[in-house]
């Protein structure tokens, strides 16, 4: 359970670097070309590294709180070929 919680806090943690120094990623690692294609009038990388970032922070929480698994059925019910527990 501990190692969860700090596994959880180095993401969160990582995370938000990633949001806060979204120009520094930027310019020391170049631009992604998915993003740049797809959210160009929208800051294109710059706008991809920040919702990497949110990602990474949305599953420390999880990770942290122990509600990892309880997502990863709900998100991959549909691949599944067993039911989800009635709770």
């Known amino acids: 359970m501990f190692g969860q ?13 990633i949001v806060k120094k ?3 990623m930027l310019n020391n690692f170049g631009s992604m070309g998915f993003f740049e294609k797809f959210l160009h009038t929208s800051g294109g ?17 999880l990770i942290s709180t122990n ?12 691949f599944l070929k067993y039911s989800m527990p009635n709770k």
């Open 45 to 61: 990388s710059r706008l991809g590294y920040k919702i990497i970032g949110l990602i990474l922070i949305f599953f420390g929480i």
């Open 67 to 78: 509600m990892i698994s309880g997502f990863l059925k709900w998100l991959l019910y549909p």
């Open 5 to 17: 919680i700090i596994i959880g806090l180095i993401l969160i943690f990582i995370g938000a670097i």
């Open 22 to 24: 979204s120009e520094w």
